[in-house]
């Protein structure tokens, strides 16, 4: 993605503008906006995320998932 000449060299005086400390900033910005936009299009499937798969087996039979028999009937 480009942007317009004029634009980069208005943002370009900004930051020079900026104490040396907040020019790093800036750069650590870049970079944390680089990092996100990468992580985004992973997440959206053009590259496969690789997660660990555990199995611990089959549910056992008759196993309740209501909150009464999780935690109990005491009206919390």
Known sequence: MSIPAQS???LMEKIQSLPTERIAEVEDFVDFLRERTTAR?????KEPLDF???DSGPWPEGLSLR???LY???GR
């Open 41 to 45: 299009k992973r997440a959206t499937g």
């Open 52 to 54: 660990p798969v555990d």
């Open 67 to 69: 909150r009464g028999d």
């Open 8 to 10: 980069a060299q208005t």
């Open 72 to 74: 109990g009937d005491d």
